[in-house]
């Protein structure tokens, strides 16, 4: 069974930094995309940044240049750099596994870890 646990959220001052990370469990055989998202109270949760199977990444334009996503394939594992953070960044994070199949021949579908809180206070 796959399953995803964040870790690194907390609280920060605006300008601060803050390094989010994401264990991969469970037997994964290809998926489409690894990823962050956000939620903020109030508002529908969004895309932060991806890293596709490939390696090819994407941003949001409200993070580019901030932030960076990596993966690091022995340890299943995906980060999120969070520099320079605003007050605006303030939201769960979650870390999602898009188009996961776990042999050949299933269903591909997402999964999500629980999220992890980033508060940036001003």
């Known amino acids: 069974q796959v399953q995803l646990v964040e870790s690194g959220g907390g609280l920060v001052q605006a300008g601060g930094s803050l390094r989010l990370s994401c264990v991969v469990s469970?037997?994964?055989?290809?998926?489409?995309?690894m990823g962050w998202y956000r939620q903020a109270p109030g508002k529908q949760r969004e895309l932060v940044a991806t890293?596709?199977?490939?390696?090819?990444?994407n941003y949001a334009d409200s993070v580019k240049g901030r932030f960076t996503i990596s993966r690091d394939n022995a340890k299943n594992t995906v980060d999120l750099q969070m520099n320079s953070l605003k007050p605006e960044d303030t939201a769960v994070y979650y870390c999602?596994?898009?188009?996961?199949?776990?042999?050949?021949?299933?269903?591909?579908?997402?999964?999500w870890g629980q999220g992890t809180q980033v508060t940036v206070s001003s």
């Open positions: 999602n596994v898009d188009q996961a199949k776990t042999t050949l021949f299933s269903t591909p579908r997402d999964y």
């Open positions: 469970g037997s994964i055989f290809r998926f489409n995309a």
């Open positions: 890293i596709k199977f490939g390696g090819t990444t």
